[in-house]
Nanobody
Framework: QVHLVESGGGLVQAGGSLRLSCAAS????????MGWFRQAPGKEREFVAV??????DYVDAVKGRFTISRDNDKNMVFLQMNSLKLEDTAVYYC????????????????WGQGTQVTVSS
């Protein structure tokens, strides 16, 4: 059984920064690709970023502003979010990749409960 817990969300003004954390238990994360997704009110959950043993990938909307990283010793994954925009407001989820394309929700088999990020003007 894998348990993921996200933290670090909150209320921030546009242009500000937040760092999200995802702590895992029950599985060694370094063996897997890890993704961040988000779900804004009234919208479907969407891919944000992924990190695997080779590198990282991001949705165009966050490229140059967000950075995904991991600390294998602590079994954690992070999402540094800079220059936040109103449209970044969403619940952010981390997930463990199982198989298939990184951008698809169905390719992930374990999810955290999510952390709310609210960007205000």
């Amino acid at each position: 059984q894998v348990h993921l817990v996200e933290s670090g969300g909150g209320l921030v003004q546009a242009g500000g920064s937040l760092r999200l954390s995802c702590a895992a238990s029950g599985r060694i994360l370094r063996m897997y690709a890890m993704g961040w997704f988000r779900q804004a009110p009234g919208k479907e959950r969407e891919f944000v970023a992924v990190i695997d043993r080779i590198g990282t990938d991001y949705v165009d909307a966050v490229k140059g502003r967000f950075t995904i990283s991991r600390d294998n010793d602590k079994n954690m994954v992070f999402l540094q979010m800079n220059s936040l925009k109103l449209e970044d407001t969403a619940v952010y989820y981390c997930a463990v990749h199982k198989s298939g394309g990184y951008w698809s929700e169905g390719s992930y088999d374990y999810w955290g409960q999510g952390t709310q990020v609210t960007v205000s003007s």
